[in-house]
């Protein structure tokens, strides 16, 4: 079945302490991206990447890494979390970007730092 | 800076009612309209509009677009239970890329009551 797969689904931390959310697609999609979604402000980006290696900041990167090592995976790295940073994260992928074809949606990561 | 405005942010109504939601949008390089359902997980695809006054429609959703006043509205009919939901709206900016750029309004929160 093509999906986005994220993991974990649901995470509690400490402020501080470094943690990776991974994102997966089986579908050979070239663009991948994360989003965060918080209350009254819908979604926003936080980074993309276009191919493997080639990654970019999306409009919210601060405290945020991401790597493009393979094609298919597209970790988010919080390497000192803070409590806002606790949001809804969401990894998407398209093959060859949002312009020319649609967007799949994994099922999110609740985070919450305290 | 793309901007993207859905009103009403919330919307609570009765089974077999009829909804409209809005979004306004600025961008730069307009290309196209999406709107999204989510509930609970994953956006998924409801619409992609990208010419002016062609209606869209899926059962008992319609859409449509207006590309002079820079606005689209979601029409539910007959409204059910199972479309509570968020109602996410978002555009692609075309820009200088080849991949685009997909920038969500904050969502509208539709409640249908029994």
């Known amino acids: 079945e093509a999906q986005v797969t994220q993991n974990p689904r649901y995470l509690i931390t400490v402020t501080g302490k470094k943690l990776t959310v991974t994102c997966s697609q089986n579908?050979?999609?070239?663009?991948m991206s994360w989003y965060r979604q918080d209350p009254g402000l819908g979604l926003r980006q936080i980074y993309y990447?276009?191919?493997?290696?080639?990654?970019d900041k999306g409009d919210v990167p601060e405290g945020y890494k991401v790597s493009r090592k393979e094609k298919r995976n597209f970790p988010l790295i919080l390497e000192s979390p803070s409590p806002n940073q606790t949001s809804l994260y969401f990894c998407a992928s398209s093959l060859f970007g949002p312009l020319n074809s649609p967007l799949h949606f994994g099922n999110g990561t609740r985070l919450t730092v305290t | 800076e793309d901007k993207v405005v859905q009103s009403p942010l919330s919307l609570v109504v009765h089974e077999g009612d009829t909804v409209t939601l809005n979004c306004s949008y600025e961008v730069t390089n307009f290309r196209s309209l999406l709107w999204y359902k989510q509930e609970k997980k994953a956006p998924t695809f409801l619409f992609m509009l990208?010419?002016?006054?062609i209606e869209k429609k899926s059962g008992r959703l319609s859409s449509i677009l207006d590309k002079k006043e820079l606005f689209s509205i979601l029409n539910i009919t007959a409204t059910q239970t199972g479309d509570s939901a968020v109602y996410l709206c978002?555009?692609?900016?075309?820009?200088?890329?080849?991949?685009?750029?997909?920038?969500f309004g904050q969502g509208t929160i539709l409640t249908v009551h029994p």
């Open positions: 990208t010419s002016s006054g």
């Open positions: 990447s276009m191919n493997v290696e080639v990654t």
């Open positions: 978002a555009v692609i900016d075309a820009g200088g890329t080849s991949y685009g750029k997909l920038t």
């Open positions: 579908m050979n999609h070239e663009y």
